[in-house]
C-alpha cells in the first residue's frame, strides 16, 4: 500500500476492504486477542472507531504503552517532595501535572505555593536554569524509549554548557521487560501484539523477536492512523492463519529495523539500567528502567535531593493496574466515569492523553456502558 498524505490513511473505502479482508481470516468458531502495546493506538482505535469495523470474534486488548499510566504513586510522591522544596522549580509535561499521589497531584503542591511549570521539552527545562540561575531547576524525566533521548541530548548540552543549576528526576522506563511480564503473566492469554511505532523509531524491530521466538507470538510494529492499525490486524490475522511467528515492519515510513543509532548512542553515553523498577499495575520489574550514569550525578535530582522513595500502594477503588495489564476493560472498573473522570481522576489511566480508560470516557464511553447493559445475566 502506498500512500504519501496523512488522509490517505483515513480514507473511508480503504479501512472497509481492510475490515472485509480481516473478517475473511477469522477461524469458525475461533476467538482472537490482540494486543496493541502503545497508548497512541488506544486513542487511535478509539477515536476513529476502528473496533467497531472488525468482527466479533478480533478483541483488541490494551497495553502498558502510556508512560503516564505506568509511574507508581511513590514516584509521583517523591517528584512532590522535590517540587515543594523552595529553591526548586519543578519542570514537568502537562499530564503529570494531575497524577494523584498519597497528599494530592502536583498541581495541588502548585496551589500551595510550589513552583511547578509545565514544559513542552526538557529543554524549555534547561533554558528556564539559564533564565534563574538562582534557582535550581528540576525535571520530571517521563517516558519509554520515545522521549528517552531528548532527555539524553539535553543533558549532554547541560554538561556542555556547564549549567548547574540544572537536574533530571528520570523516571524512563523500558518498553521489553514491560511485554515480558505480560506475556509471563498467567491470567491473560494473547494471540498476538501490534508493535509500539514511536518507540520501534528509536529501538528499532528487532528487540521484540523475542515474543515471536520465545513466546510463539506475531508481532507487526504499526503507525497510528486507522488504516496503519488495520492494516497491522490484518498482517497479525495473516500470520495465524499461516502458522508463522515473525516480527512484520507496518510502519517503514518511519521504522527502521535498527532503529536510530544516534538516539541510542545518547541515551547510552549518559544512562543506565537500574536493577529494578516498580511500575503501576506491574510490580517490580527487573532491569525494566533507566538512571542515570555515576558520571551524570552533578545533574541527578535523586542524588542531590532526598527524596522519601516510600512504596505508596494505590487507591482501593483503582483498577489501573488490571487495565494497564489487559486483564479488564475501562469501563470494567467499578469507578469508571461515576467517582473517577477527567476532571477528578482515582488513578493514572483517565488522567493521560494515553491512557486507556481517558480513551474510552472521550470516544467510547457509551458504546462501553452499551455492550455491558446488554452483557447476559450470570445465572
Not at 512504596?311 to 482501593?316: E, S, W
Not at 466515569?337 to 482515582?346: D, Q, V
Request: charged residues 25%.
Amino acid at each position: 500500500m502506498s500512500m504519501r498524505f496523512v488522509d490517505e490513511y483515513r480514507t473511508g473505502d480503504v479501512a472497509q476492504r481492510l475490515a472485509t479482508q480481516i473478517a475473511e481470516l477469522v477461524e469458525p468458531g475461533r476467538q482472537y486477542k490482540i494486543m496493541e502495546v502503545c497508548g497512541g493506538h488506544t486513542h487511535s482505535i478509539y477515536q476513529h472507531g476502528v473496533e467497531d469495523l472488525l468482527p466479533d470474534e478480533i478483541e483488541l486488548v490494551h497495553g502498558p504503552g502510556c508512560p503516564v499510566c505506568v509511574i507508581p504513586m511513590g514516584r509521583q510522591d517523591d517528584a512532590i517532595a522535590i517540587a515543594q522544596r523552595p529553591e526548586v522549580i519543578f519542570t514537568t509535561f502537562g499530564d503529570m501535572m494531575r497524577v494523584p499521589a498519597s497528599n494530592g497531584s502536583l498541581l495541588d503542591a502548585k496551589s500551595r505555593g510550589a513552583d511547578v511549570r509545565m514544559v513542552y521539552s526538557p529543554l524549555d527545562a534547561l533554558k528556564l536554569a539559564r533564565d534563574n540561575p538562582d534557582r535550581h531547576v528540576v525535571f520530571f524525566a517521563i517516558g519509554f524509549e520515545t522521549t528517552t533521548p531528548s532527555t539524553a541530548v539535553t543533558l549532554l548540552r547541560a554538561r556542555a554548557e556547564g549549567i548547574t543549576n540544572f537536574s533530571l528526576f528520570v523516571n524512563h522506563v523500558t518498553i521489553i521487560p514491560a511485554i515480558r511480564a505480560i506475556l509471563d503473566s498467567p491470567d491473560l492469554r494473547l494471540d498476538g501484539f501490534i508493535g509500539p511505532g514511536h518507540v520501534a523509531t528509536v529501538i528499532g524491530t528487532r528487540p521484540f523477536r523475542f515474543i515471536a521466538r520465545d513466546f510463539q507470538r506475531p508481532v507487526v510494529v504499526s503507525g497510528f492512523e486507522p488504516v496503519d492499525v488495520l492494516q497491522g490486524v490484518y498482517q497479525v490475522m495473516t500470520q495465524l492463519r499461516d502458522e508463522r511467528c515473525e516480527v512484520e515492519n507496518q510502519y517503514s515510513r518511519v521504522v527502521r529495523d535498527e532503529g536510530n543509532p544516534a538516539a541510542l548512542r545518547a541515551i547510552g553515553q549518559t544512562m543506565e539500567l537500574r536493577t529494578t523498577f516498580e511500575w503501576r499495575g506491574l510490580g517490580f520489574i527487573s532491569h525494566s528502567a533507566l538512571k542515570l550514569r555515576p558520571e551524570f550525578a552533578d545533574w541527578d535530582a535523586e542524588v542531590l535531593f532526598d527524596v522519601p522513595g516510600v512504596r505508596v500502594a494505590d487507591p482501593k477503588a483503582c483498577q489501573c493496574g488490571e487495565v494497564l495489564k489487559g486483564v479488564i476493560k475501562p469501563w470494567e472498573c467499578k469507578v469508571f466515569g461515576t467517582a473517577c473522570t477527567p476532571e477528578h481522576p482515582i488513578g493514572t489511566c483517565m488522567v493521560s492523553s494515553e491512557g486507556a480508560c481517558a480513551a474510552y470516557y472521550n470516544y467510547g464511553r457509551h458504546a462501553g456502558r452499551r455492550r455491558r447493559e446488554e452483557a447476559p445475566t450470570p445465572a
